[in-house]
């Protein structure tokens, strides 16, 4: 009889958890709020329980342990609740962190307080609730000074418990205060946020597991971050390539963390920058990464199943092949860890080839039609995958968070190059057509900006002076091939080169309306090119569909 095994979570996140689960031979028995979940169908049971309802997890649990069958072991990956899975191991005695030291890693002004304990380096911070924005009765400005007694412009705030950067941006001045604070409270399951100090650097994303006083790395990715005020990851690729010091530095400083914690028997997850005081903590989750790393670009570039190795360490087992794969890396403190004593014993499991992955987005409105503008090939690209809110019908918006993209390419080659070209080419050939005559493509067309978002969402290529744009003259004809008609502004080394959000050149987006649209309307050529300016192929595309 197999023995059971409970994942939090049935998303397409949770299913490598799920098919790990089941190579290791458990039953598989899986918990979410959403019973159309797209795992379901790969476990072997269900059960209908909202992620936050950790007693009525405990229960579920303590019926498959009472079983015939047991339990080996509870877990998750890219959820928000690595604390029900502690809780309910804490209460059966299965083996996972402890419930404080998942709590301290999910909730941010706990992480931040554990930091602060143990000079560990992270951003000054204040933690704020909705009781504190409704006691101010001045619309905030009393608020806000005594945030910028600590704080200076710009600092961050996120909700306190949650994932996937939403509810998270930066505040760049005053007229930002309240409407980002209010966002960042509704966006907390505890209606609280935390503001922090910006740090300004290259982030990077870091799993790894801890497991009998180890600590190995398994995934060290390079993140693309863009869009202020909103921090929307355009992909990571994996590895990151530093010299010795930096990259020992960065692993370094995330193990203190972890141990700052109390991460001790699972795995741990850190988004952490090296800024001009070296690395600087943003958060450690008691988790596997989300956004594909852990589940995909990890296992892609190294040859290694993360999350079977975690599942082991849940069982009670040994995550042999990460300790025999696992390389000594010196424990390396920074500047502002001088004094620190090493954590754990530190290894990383090397990766084989490089992983690129890169997300695609859409402009706002109303979804008529996705299609590939070419068949795409390339064996580098290992997988596309759209996301299920991305729906004929459906809404889009140019995205504040990363769940609001459209989807994710990842491509893999022992080519760097290789693989980062792969993976962009086949998100610059993904393309989303929108409805036409729709007010909020057509507002954003028009450049409307919120005046708490001054700057968001950008254009796709550039905004031209009153000059640049009067010299663009005449129709272009019915039918005619648009990049027969660039005009010469447009074709100088300031603009030839530029990319949009999705990797394509202003001559790239000529040429792509014309296959799109082959037969189209006698287009007025100003109008059309600033569609282009600000909206990128699709931009074009809904302009002529829209006059036709």
Known sequence: MKENCLILGAGLMQKPAILSAKELGYKVCVVDADDKAVAISYADEFKKIDLKDKEGILEYAKNLKASEAGLAAVFTAGTDFSASVSYVCEKLDLHAHSYEAALNASIKNRMRQCFDAANVPSPDFMHLTKADLQADDKDGMELLKKVLSKLDFPFVVKPVDNMGARGCRMVRNEKEFVPAITNAIECSRTKSAILESYMKGQEFSIDALVYDGKFIVTGFAIRHIAY?????????TMPALLDTNTHDQLISVFALGAKALGLSCGVAKADIKFTDKGPMIG???ARLSGGYMSGWTFPYASDLNLTKEALLIASGKAPEE???RAQPITFTPSVLTANASKPYDLYEVPCKRTAAERAWISIPGSVE???NIKEYTDRAVFDVLPRATVSLGGQVDFPRNNVEKCGNVIAVSHSREAAIMAAQDAVSNIFITLKPACEKTQAFLQGYEDPCEEGFPPS?????SPLEESSIKGNIPADAKVEDFIPEVLKNSEYINKQDWNYNTILQTAQKFDLLRQ???ELPAQAFWKSILRGGIQGAVYFSDSVK
Request: aromatic fraction near 16%; hydrophobic fraction near 40%; proline fraction near 8%.
């Open 519 to 521: 037969h189209h309307p």
């Open 369 to 371: 039609y996705i299609e």
């Open 228 to 236: 202020e005020p909103y921090f929307i990851e355009l992909g990571h």
């Open 322 to 324: 990460a300790l025999s």
């Open 460 to 464: 796709a290529y550039t905004k031209l």
């Open 283 to 285: 958060e450690i989750a």
